[in-house]
């Protein structure tokens, strides 16, 4: 095969242009810290990294739906510990009221009074997370109470369409929290007027009778030892899923941590390799160039011009 010096002359240009190639990607990837800058430089690459990508957004949307629970459970927590305060008062006016030092008209104020702490918890039952309630079960967009107790009958108030399901937010992957209380049984109890608001009606219409006597104020008190009883026990169960919650963020984080290094180990460059490949291949270039200058002779041509 006869090699023309249009041949070398070819096949150096083309291998210089395949250098200036190679100089440009390592360029590329030290501007960027990628591997690649589009799918057709590598597609397995481009695969793997949309793969870990969608993973990586999917622990962090877990992450801001863990930030949703812990939300619930806070503001049911701190619904709770008012409700316990309020508790201890009427607590302490059924001792005031129990008494035989006190008159109908003693009474009547700490009815007055009780009625106020009622409609405070009522209050407190239908607690809202910016629109939705926390009290009614899954039916987040309706109130556990319509409407406060009446002053002297029986009614309460309450929701005829009261919702006890759970309220569920997924934080893994097939992994749902619960993250409310069932506030009818706490606030009316199972038929509607023996929870805490429907106590607090009968003490107050109690205490506005006048043939009710101090022993009778005072069996009250067994009573409302057992609704704080009810109270702790929810507020423990909070705390029991708050323990669970910690775990999940915990578990959470280290996913976040491992998705972020598989992700990086898949499309970032390892900064020290590629400064040394893009010296070797300015070295590579440079001995191409001077390897080609001695390719391409003087012509015939050059000579009678010179």
Do not use: C
Not at 14 to 21: D, V
Not at 140 to 164: D, M, Q, R, V
């Amino acid at each position: 095969m006869r090699v023309t010096q249009s041949m070398l002359a070819n096949n150096m240009l083309r291998n210089l242009s395949n250098s200036y190639e190679k100089l440009g990607i390592y360029q590329e990837q030290l501007t960027t810290g990628k591997k690649i800058t589009r799918p057709s430089d590598d597609p397995v690459v481009a695969m793997k990294g949309i793969a870990y990508r969608e993973g990586l957004e999917r622990v962090q949307q877990y992450q801001r739906n863990i930030g949703e629970v812990n939300n619930w459970i806070d503001s049911a927590d701190d619904a709770l510990d008012q409700v316990g305060l309020a508790l201890q008062r009427v607590q302490e006016l059924i001792v005031q009221a129990s008494t035989d030092t006190a008159t109908p008209s003693d009474r009547q104020k700490i009815a007055d009074e009780i009625e106020q702490i009622q409609k405070h918890i009522v209050d407190v039952a239908n607690t809202k997370i910016g629109d939705k309630y926390i009290f009614n079960g899954a039916d987040t967009k309706n109130p556990l109470f319509t409407s406060y107790p009446e002053s002297t009958g029986t009614a309460l108030g309450l929701n005829p369409n009261a919702n006890t399901s759970d309220v569920e937010i997924e934080v893994f992957d097939g992994i749902k929290l619960d993250v409310n209380i069932n506030g009818k049984d706490l606030f009316a109890g199972a038929t509607g007027q023996d929870g805490l608001v429907g106590l607090l009606q009968k003490i107050k219409i109690d205490l506005r009778d006048g043939s009710k006597t101090g022993d009778d104020i005072d069996n009250y008190l067994g009573d409302i030892q057992k609704q704080q009883d009810v109270l702790l026990s929810a507020r423990s169960e909070l705390g029991a899923k708050q323990n669970r919650v910690e775990m999940m963020e915990n578990r959470l984080s280290s996913q976040e941590v491992i998705m972020t290094r598989v992700m990086s180990d898949n499309e970032d460059i390892d900064y020290e390799k590629t400064i040394t490949n893009l010296i070797s291949q300015e070295s590579v270039h440079r001995v191409a160039l001077s390897v080609g200058a001695r390719i391409i002779q003087p012509t015939l041509v050059d000579f009678l011009r010179s």
